[in-house]
């Protein structure tokens, strides 16, 4: 415990980071996404380079090189085309959201019998197909939703840090048990 109030200073600047991009989110969700879409290419481009100078490690070489080439074409398709990267990415959330939807309903159907308060399985299936339908009809809307999420998330977890930084630096001046440490 000790520890961690001599370094409370590092969850405060990492809450204060995080509340920062959950408001950048927030405020501008599509610079948001593509920023997000650009980190991926840079590091899949990164990722092949070093899988490259890897391949003549041991291992698998041709497989080793296959794969370096392949992350780092993808990761110059995600540079030059990063609208079509978050459209395909959408398409999957959606496509994941109808699957599972339907696969809880269908669960919820065959355990009608074992499990009292299927309807609950049954609503968040229905929910998730809805959702997910939603994110075909509308993926720019969509799109927007996830960066808005994602900034929702890290603002209640910057808050969460913020709230972690104060209380680790009070143990570290009074004790864990709330009274001053002995002199």
């Known amino acids: 415990m000790e520890e961690l109030a001599h370094t409370w200073w590092v969850y405060l600047i990492r809450g204060v980071c995080a509340i920062l991009f959950g408001l950048v989110a927030i405020i501008w969700p599509g610079i948001t996404l593509f920023v997000l879409v650009t980190v991926f290419g840079a590091y ?6 070093f ?10 070489r041709g497989w080793t090189i296959f794969s370096g ?36 309903v269908i669960a919820a159907i065959m355990l ?4 009292e308060g299927e309807w609950m399985f049954i609503v968040s299936g229905v929910l998730a197909v809805l959702f997910g339908i939603l994110l075909f009809l509308w993926p720019a809307t969509g799109a927007l939703a996830i960066a808005w999420l994602i900034g929702a998330m890290a603002l209640v977890y910057g808050i969460s840090l ?13 004790g864990p048990s709330g009274r001053p440490h002995p002199a």
Do not use: D, H, K, Q
């Open 51 to 60: 899988e490259l100078f890897s391949s003549g490690r041991g291992g698998s």
């Open 162 to 174: 913020l709230a972690l930084a104060f209380r680790v630096r009070g143990i570290g001046s009074y």
């Open 112 to 115: 009608r019998r074992a499990v």
């Open 69 to 104: 080439v392949g992350s780092i074409l993808i990761g110059l398709l995600v540079l030059f085309w990063p609208g079509i990267t978050a459209l395909i990415l959408l398409l999957l959330i959606a496509s994941w959201a109808v699957v599972v939807g339907i696969l809880e």
């Open 44 to 49: 899949a481009i990164v990722n092949g380079i």
